[in-house]
């Protein structure tokens, strides 16, 4: 009986079997996944980085003073470090543990954070934040702070996204805090065009994540096949992206294959986008005492600080 495959490759297949065909966001990030997700976020389209670093810009001392120094700062999902870096250099923190799975991407943001913080105690975990991980055991033992910008939380459904803010609020401790970005609900056409750019990145970046598969799990994906799709659905308030088979294609991969007919699809992201008030209800849901939070002045995007 041939050995059943284990690991990402396990995960790939199953995702590819599902009456719904599906792949994890977290299979865009190889280093060409990475390095689009940059490019993206310096998109005319994309408002959500230079938004949330705008609010985060406006509201930095404040922020500061809400969190004082000497604090651990975890992010996980850390990408370029960028906005970590800009926040570390004004609450002064004790310690800052970037969490990231595309390793050699993290490595790099690192070594440039340390040029340019060189007094910063700086920490890398290379971890897939949907399975078990550790911190280092010897942090700090002063507040910690987690900060996730990005709206990462925004990739994750409802009772997930629950899940994941209990675990922050355990991985911030007590007396600890959590900064969180969060993109509000606006309108359809703003929204897909963020997801769906003229330049044709965020197609790209989708596509790539069929390289990826074909490296990780051995699919023989043909990514020329396949379309981009983004689009908002506004019951679930969420933009979707998917794949779109452009012909009847047959995909094999080691111990497996699929059929896909003309203009059927794989899901390869959600991105939920909220409201201020529901999403202050979810950290309340997920332990958080209090939150402040502020927007920009067209109320497209949200920053929560939440105290566990
Ligand atoms: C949307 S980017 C945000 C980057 C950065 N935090 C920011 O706000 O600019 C998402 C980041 O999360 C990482 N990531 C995605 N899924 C992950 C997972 N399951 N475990 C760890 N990191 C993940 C990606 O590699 C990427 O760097």
Known sequence: MPASPAG??????AGLCAPQARIAPKFFYDAEGSALFERITELPEYYLTRTERAILEAHGAEIGRLVGPGATVIEPGAGNCRKARALCARIAPACFVAIDISADFLHAAVAGLRATLPALDVRVLVADLGAEFSLP????????????????IGNFDPAPALALLRRLHALSGPDGALLIGVDLVKDEAVLEAAYDDAA??????????LRHLNRLAGTDFEPAGWRHRARFNRAQSRIEMHLEAADDTLVSWPGGRRR???????????SYKYRADAFAGLL???????????TDPAQWFAVFLART
């Open 200 to 209: 044709g990145v965020t197609a790209a970046f989708n596509l790539n994540a």
């Open 137 to 152: 055991p010897d942090l700090p033992a002063g507040p910690r702070l987690s900060f996730y910008p990005g709206s990462s």
């Open 284 to 294: 309340d849901r997920a332990g958080f005492r209090t939150s402040t939070w502020w």
């Open 8 to 13: 990402p490759a396990a995960e790939i297949a």
């Open 260 to 270: 896909f007919r003309r203009g059927e699809r794989i899901h390869t992201e959600n």
